[in-house]
């Protein structure tokens, strides 16, 4: 049973171009978590997704970030205009979405912006 | 909103003794469920236990295990046995059990632990 995938492992973007990080959750997981990791901090919620809806954005920068989950494909964290400031670890999380079930973590992109 | 306090930056431990990591968190919640995860340097987060709070009995997984007091709001990581693969940054990290509300993780800031030979 293959992990939660993650893709790209690292990505470096010039100030001003646009990152796009793919989420593939685990097979039979329905819900997915975007979580960012500053340097030398803790892990901070940016969105929860369902298929086809967010459910909670509260933790995502109101501009340039966007995130979706289609019915086909991974989930899709999308940065615009990236600034020196977006340079994190970006980890991706999956549950099967019942009430309180553990979230399994992806191996996380590591973004520079330069 | 939970909050989620992790109180040593760093530890140490040498190999095959028995070190426990702090965490306390603050809720007006009665059910929710405690984590604590690994990163080791790889980066990868690896969960180690989890605990659900309506729970009295403490979970243990192997070497490790918890010590959840509910009334106090504290949630300690014991690790017995200490081996050198335990080095790694741990994070203790609290989720609510509202239902239909959002189910993310609220993370303290981490405990780096450092297992010497």
């Not at chain 1, 796009?20 to 500053?38: D, N």
């Amino acid at each position: 049973n293959a992990g939660v995938m993650q893709n790209p492992r690292h990505l470096v973007r010039r100030r001003g171009q646009e990152a796009r990080l793919r989420c593939s959750p685990m097979k039979g997981h329905s819900h997915v978590y975007w979580y960012r990791q500053l340097p030398e901090e803790g892990l901070k919620f940016m969105v929860y997704l369902q298929k086809e809806n967010i459910i909670d954005e509260s933790g995502m920068p109101k501009e340039r970030f966007s995130a979706e989950f289609p019915k086909e494909g991974p989930s899709i964290l999308r940065i615009q205009q990236v600034v020196r400031g977006d340079s994190a670890a970006y980890f991706c999380a999956s549950s099967p979405g019942l009430n309180g079930e553990t979230q399994y973590f992806g191996p996380g992109t590591r973004l520079l912006v330069l | 909103a939970q909050t989620v306090t992790q109180s040593q930056p760093e530890m140490s431990v040498q190999e095959a003794e028995t070190v426990t990591l702090s965490c306390t968190y603050d809720t007006s919640e009665s059910n929710y469920y405690l984590f604590w995860y690994k990163q080791p340097p790889s980066r990868q987060m690896i969960l180690v236990i989890r605990q659900e709070a309506y729970k009295q009995q403490n979970a243990t997984e192997n070497r490790f295990s918890v010590n959840f007091q509910k009334a106090a709001k504290s949630f300690s990581l014991k690790i017995s046995d200490s081996q050198l693969g335990d080095t790694a940054m741990y994070f203790c990290a609290f989720m609510s059990q509202t239902q239909g509300g959002s189910e993310k993780l609220v993370f303290g800031k981490g405990t780096k632990l450092t297992v010497n030979p």
